[in-house]
């Protein structure tokens, strides 16, 4: 059992950025391919970027890419997303997930960008 907690949504203008983290406990997550999903109302949960568990791979949805940056430290068993230059798109429920033989996700945190 993995226990996800995303922390670090807020109301931002657009242009700025925020820094999304999830701790995970329970189970260390370098056993997990971890990533983040967003959902805006009245839309389907959608991809936004994941770290490889086992090598430095990074993947992105195109919309983000070059603007979001994921990262995961295994030590502090923690999982981060830098999101700059953020655009009222951006705005979402932002969800942590920990693939492995089954997915365990996060209950979310808020980011609102305001235009």
């Known amino acids: 059992q993995v226990l996800l907690v995303e922390s670090g949504g807020a109301l931002v203008q657009a242009g700025g950025s925020l820094r999304l983290s999830c701790a995970a406990s329970?189970?260390?997550?370098?056993?997990?391919?971890m990533g983040w999903f967003r959902q805006a109302p009245g839309k389907e949960r959608e991809f936004v970027a994941a770290?490889?568990?086992?090598?430095?791979?990074?993947t992105y949805a195109d919309s983000v890419k070059g603007r979001f940056t994921v990262s995961r430290d295994n030590a502090k068993n923690t999982v981060y997303l830098q999101m700059n230059s953020l655009k009222p798109e951006d705005t979402a429920v932002y969800y942590c997930?920990?693939?492995?033989?089954?997915?365990?996700w996060g209950q979310g945190t808020q980011v609102t960008v305001s235009s």
């Open positions: 329970g189970r260390t997550i370098s056993g997990y391919n």
């Open positions: 770290a490889r568990r086992s090598v430095s791979i990074t």
């Open positions: 997930n920990a693939k492995g033989l089954r997915d365990y």
